[in-house]
């Protein structure tokens, strides 16, 4: 048996142990959910001074058809300047009804600090 034959009786044993099915998210999904991103970077130049950013989505469901949007960002540019703001902060409200139609309170805020 050559590494070929190996390689494809393994992939083939590797799909077949997979699920055969996958469900759609539903409105009955998980009430609370968060995803989130921090990165930094920086140059040869300034190993010392880099650039950081955070960035982050909390989505949480207040009632049948009601949700909030929470989105803080913050970034730190090279040289130490820091700026923070609320990015998003949204109530979103979509009917029930047949033909759904949606609703949205929400608004960007003014910087929460600039240093």
Not at 60 to 73: A, F, K, Q, T
Request: charged share 20%.
């Amino acid at each position: 048996m050559t590494k070929r034959d190996m390689r494809t009786l393994f992939t083939i044993a590797a799909l077949a142990s997979l699920p055969r099915t996958a469900a759609a998210q539903t409105s009955l999904s998980e009430a609370w959910t968060m995803e989130a991103v921090v990165s930094g970077s920086t140059d040869t130049h300034t190993p010392a001074d880099p650039f950081f950013l955070f960035d982050a989505t909390l989505t949480g469901r207040l009632h049948d058809g009601l949700d909030i949007v929470v989105r803080p960002y913050a970034h730190r540019l090279s040289g130490g300047d820091w700026t923070a703001e609320m990015y998003q902060l949204q109530l979103r409200y979509v009917t029930p009804t047949r033909v759904p139609s949606s609703g949205n309170v929400s608004g960007r805020t003014p910087p929460l600090c600039d240093r």
